[in-house]
């Protein structure tokens, strides 16, 4: 079974980087599509990006590009996803959410970590 | 992008009611469409994927139909533990999108 563990809240100021991780257990990182999906506080869900297995490589949302990076470490079976120039508005609960890279639950965000808080505050 | 709207955008109903949620997207997706649920606090669970297909470890009581552009989750009897949020989300196509959710409380 696998599980996901993220990292702690985070408080930044606007302009400035934020690298949340995700440590995945119970199932090894190469046989897992990462995807990062992001809720503010009282809203719904917002995908920025993840692995697409179909294509073999890490598509980012185009309201997101160029201000997220998301990598693996299969060393330490650890996914970061780090956001750059950081606004009030992307104050949210970041997840970290997985799937298998083959099997009927391909395409959906079966695995949910606990979530990250990144709250962005002058 | 493919756009997604539900409806309703809240319910309020008791235990032991059937309860019918509705998503529709802006373009065909097939059946490429899943369902979650979320309780305040929590992340979202995995309930139906591929339109239909109960997740492992769902209560036979959800139920998913549809595919093109309209799609239905049931709850066939609304039991204590299904009060929560409920987001529909395509997988057609990147970048994948979430329905704005369906909140189901208590009446």
């Known amino acids: 079974q696998v599980q996901l563990e993220q990292s702690g809240a985070e408080v930044k100021k606007p302009g400035a980087s934020v690298k949340v991780s995700c440590k995945v257990s119970?199932?090894?990182?190469?046989?897992?599509?990462t995807h990062w999906v992001r809720q503010a506080p009282g809203k719904g869900l917002q995908w920025l990006g993840g692995?697409?297995?179909?294509?073999?490589?890490?598509i980012y949302a185009q309201a997101f590009q160029g201000r997220v990076s998301m990598t693996e470490d299969t060393s330490t079976s650890t996914a970061y996803m780090e956001l750059s120039s950081l606004r009030i508005e992307d104050t949210a609960v970041y997840y970290c959410?997985?799937?298998?890279?083959?099997?009927?639950?391909?395409?959906?965000?079966?695995?949910w970590s606990q979530g990250t808080m990144v709250t962005v505050s002058s | 992008d493919i756009q997604m709207t539900q409806s309703p955008s809240s319910l309020s109903a008791s235990v032991g009611d059937r309860v019918t949620i509705t998503c529709r997207t802006s373009?065909?997706?097939?059946?490429?469409l899943n369902w979650y649920q979320q309780k305040p606090g929590r992340a979202p669970d995995l309930l139906i994927f591929?339109?239909?297909r109960l997740q492992s470890g769902v209560p036979s009581r959800f139920s998913g139909s549809g595919s093109g552009t309209d799609f239905t989750l049931t709850i066939s009897s609304l039991q204590p533990e299904d009060f929560a949020t409920y987001y529909c989300?395509?997988?057609?196509?990147?970048?994948?999108?979430f329905g704005p959710g369906t909140k189901v409380d208590i009446k």
């Open positions: 959410a997985t799937s298998p890279r083959s099997g009927p639950t391909i395409e959906t965000f079966h695995i």
């Open positions: 373009q065909n997706i097939g059946r490429h």
């Open positions: 591929a339109a239909f």
């Open positions: 989300q395509q997988s057609s196509s990147t970048p994948r999108t």
């Open positions: 119970g199932f090894s990182l190469t046989e897992l599509s």
């Open positions: 692995f697409d297995p179909e294509h073999g490589e890490t």
